[in-house]
């Protein structure tokens, strides 16, 4: 579990990536999307996101920057739905963080999870990631919601690896 909020650029490793180009998630980290330089420009033109640029740890394959996703609310998910999804998929819900006591649900696709019940409400944010955790091991990870206009953009700079769909809010 991540002890605290990011604190400068996300450094990655070049292994595999040949050069950068669309838009990508770097080693299986569900709640980090990253883009190569003319696609950032893009998005900070259009949209209301922090970029920060992404370091490598030798040669980089290109100039590539980081959206950072801020969490937004106290709650997405009715935890009485997620806990019942969780058994149904893998027997458990999940377990506390011992370092930190935050509660991390075992992994679930979106698809998979209760309507979004967010509390407060996104209001007029561009990108947004939820304030619950999930994922196992050493690999946690939150939602992330993308303004529409912002997922076309994304999903047509990279249409293998990103695809749209629509999330379904459940009004309180």
Not at 21 to 28: H, T, V
Not at 37 to 52: I, K
Not at 77 to 89: L, S, T
């Amino acid at each position: 579990m991540p002890q605290k909020g990011q604190h400068g650029s996300l450094v990655l490793r070049r292994k595999g990536l040949e050069r950068c180009a669309g838009a990508w998630m770097p080693y299986w980290r569900y709640d980090v999307i990253c883009l190569e330089w003319s696609l950032a420009e893009q998005v900070a033109e259009r949209f209301d996101v922090e970029l920060r640029e992404v370091a490598w740890h030798v040669t980089p394959p290109g100039e590539a920057w980081q959206i950072v996703a801020p969490t937004v609310g106290h709650a997405w998910f009715d935890p009485h739905e997620v806990r019942q999804a969780a058994i149904a998929r893998h027997g458990e819900t999940g377990a506390t963080c011992v370092e930190c006591g935050v509660w991390r649900w075992m992994p679930m696709l979106f698809r998979s999870l209760p309507p979004l019940r967010i509390q407060p409400s996104l209001g007029h944010v561009d990108v947004a990631a939820s304030p619950e955790w999930f994922g196992a091991g050493w690999k946690a990870f939150r939602q992330i919601l993308l303004r529409r206009e912002l997922a076309e953009l994304i999903a047509a700079a990279s249409p293998r690896d990103f695809k749209i769909r629509t999330v379904t809010f459940t009004a309180d």
